[in-house]
């Protein structure tokens, strides 16, 4: 069965930086994309962006550029998201959801909390 | 501000059907999705392409759309529907947007 695992919470402080992981399992992890989706806490959903699984190839929605970075592993079917010069305001739980064109996100990573205070 | 809105509550009692609207300038020309979440949890698709609904979701979620209003209509409530709804579309730039979310709380 499709599943998308990701790593657990973080609790960083403020500058330093996070690397979120998202591990598929269940079908081929080159014939999707990847997704990311922001909810800041007690707020709704927020896509940031898109990594192209075949090509590598990363889209950034305006908000997220810069300071935010997607990536992979194809040998171990894993995405990534690192967040550098970490803020308060980052603060927030960070899905990954593969992107199944006409059916949208089908399937969610479990969420990861990143949590940004000194 | 959201491209998509959404009321930001419904409330039925059990065995009602709850209606959440979504409405949006693009969604004439875009495909729209549903999610529900529950606390704690990740999303779930519980509608996808307006109308349709994926396999494993109860045949009491039901999607449909007229011009620039999509509807998420949930027949016979239970109190296991209670949870937050959003709707998810595509922007004129082709750009992923989500509504804001509606709570349902099933009385």
């Known amino acids: 069965q499709v599943q998308l695992v990701q790593s657990g919470s973080e609790l960083k402080k403020p500058g330093a930086s996070v690397k979120v992981s998202c591990k598929a399992s269940g079908y081929t992890f080159t014939n999707y994309a990847i997704n990311w989706v922001r909810q800041a806490p007690g707020q709704g959903l927020e896509w940031m962006g898109w990594?192209?699984?075949?090509?590598?190839?990363?889209m950034y929605v305006q908000g997220f550029t810069g300071r935010f970075v997607f990536s992979l592993d194809t040998s171990v079917s894993t995405a990534y998201l690192q967040i550098y010069s970490l803020k308060a305001e980052d603060t927030a739980i960070y899905y990954c959801a593969r992107g199944s064109g006409d059916a949208a996100f089908d399937y969610w990573g479990q969420g990861t909390l990143v949590t940004v205070s000194s | 501000s959201s491209e998509l809105t959404q009321p930001p509550s419904v409330s039925v009692s059990p065995g009602q059907t709850a209606r959440i609207t979504c409405s949006g300038a693009a969604l004439p020309k875009q495909y729209a999705y549903w999610y529900q979440q529950k606390p704690g949890q990740a999303p779930v698709l519980v509608i996808y392409?307006?109308?349709e609904r994926p396999s494993g979701i109860p045949e009491r979620f039901s999607g449909s759309s007229s011009g620039t209003i999509v509807t998420l209509t949930i027949s016979g409530v239970q109190a296991q529907d209670e949870a937050d709804y959003y709707c998810q579309s595509a922007n004129s730039s082709d750009n992923w947007v989500f509504g804001g979310g509606t709570k349902l709380t099933v009385l």
């Open positions: 392409k307006d109308t």
């Open positions: 990594i192209n699984t075949d090509t590598g190839d990363p």
